[in-house]
């Protein structure tokens, strides 16, 4: 018997999938919802049908743009139409996942985003999980090519505890499957300089970039400082280390 029936904002992506599968595994009824499946939560189409009789929405879906303005637009725009339409669907528990680092003082423009798109969520009466994620093993690649200068890749030795993708589907499954908890951290078991942790994906996959450690260089247009995407006391720690997840991820195409 299904126990409950889930649907997942952004259910077709490389979370989303794997939140979907998680769930349909563990008897809960859980509906991808994308625009590859009509389902535009910007837009609203398709949001009333999808969300008829669903008990528990998740988001996570992601701005096709990272241009500040777009970013900002699609979570905010996205939200409040999924909030208007959860209400109106007598959703009881939105799940969304965001990234650690929102609360704190920082001017990444993506940040500020994920920051607007919690605040709707907390503020609109329906109860929540905010899952906040550290930077994704998955990430290592992206990072390296948007901090590219020719063959040099030039990153800070910000602290940051990465986290496979893997476990980030994990823990936002679990969220969706029990009660509103509020704010909770995740993170992966190792903490790494951002430069080091580029510096080891790139090594393993022979790729030619040297990278220099450069504390003035931007990530994603800001500069950090040392502790910004470090969790904070009670994060929920989740085992899969680098050294286990290159040989069995390669680089996305």
Known sequence: MKMAKIVVIGGTGLIGSKVVKKLDAHGHEAVAASPNTGVDS????????ALHGADTVVDVSNSPSFAPEDVMEFFTTSTHNLVAAEKAAGVRHHVALTIVGTNRPQTIPYFAAKSAQEEIIRESGIGYSLVHATQFLEFGGSIADISTEGDTVRLPGALIQPIAAEDVSTAVAR???????????????EVFGMDGFVRRTLAFRKDPRTVVRDDTAPYYGAVIEERTLIPLEGVQIFSTRLD?????NPPRA
């Open 42 to 49: 910007v837009t609203g189409e398709g949001l009333a049908d």
């Open 175 to 189: 969220a969706a499957a029990g009660e509103p908890v509020g704010d909770i951290e995740i993170a992966g078991p």
């Open 244 to 248: 286990e997840w290159l040989p069995a």
